[in-house]
Nanobody, 119 residues
Framework: QVQLVESGGGLVQAGGSLRLSCAAS?????????MGWYRQAAGKQHDLVAA???????NIADSVKGRFTISLDNRKNTVYLQMNSLKPEDTAVYYC????????????WGRGTQVTVSS
């Protein structure tokens, strides 16, 4: 199994920044190829925000392009999501994920961390 532990969520004003981190562990993590971040706003479905594979290729949602950056430290098995110029519509629970596919790294899920952007 793979364990994913997120940190870094919180409350921020519109225009501010937050950095999410997610540390992965577990014997089967080496079988995955990509890590990512999904988010789920209240009453809505999960949406992929950003993903990155082990060689650094990325997949970024149009809604956050130019504002969010994803990065991966392979030595630490840790993925980061730097979120700048945050908007109230970015408010959601953000989930760290891992999987085989860069386009859909959703085989394993963390418990989520709340991000709230006030206007």
């Amino acid at each position: 199994q793979v364990q994913l532990v997120e940190s870094g969520g919180g409350l921020v004003q519109a225009g501010g920044s937050l950095r999410l981190s997610c540390a992965a562990s577990g014997g089967t993590f080496q079988n995955t190829n990509a890590m990512g971040w999904y988010r789920q706003a209240a009453g809505k479905q999960h949406d992929l925000v950003a993903a990155i594979d082990r060689v650094g290729s990325t997949n970024i949602a149009d809604s956050v392009k130019g504002r969010f950056t994803i990065s991966l430290d392979n030595r630490k098995n840790t993925v980061y999501l730097q979120m700048n110029s945050l908007k109230p519509e970015d408010t959601a629970v953000y989930y760290c994920t891992a999987g085989l596919l860069l386009g859909r790294p959703d085989d394993y899920w963390g418990r989520g961390t709340q991000v709230t952007v006030s206007s």
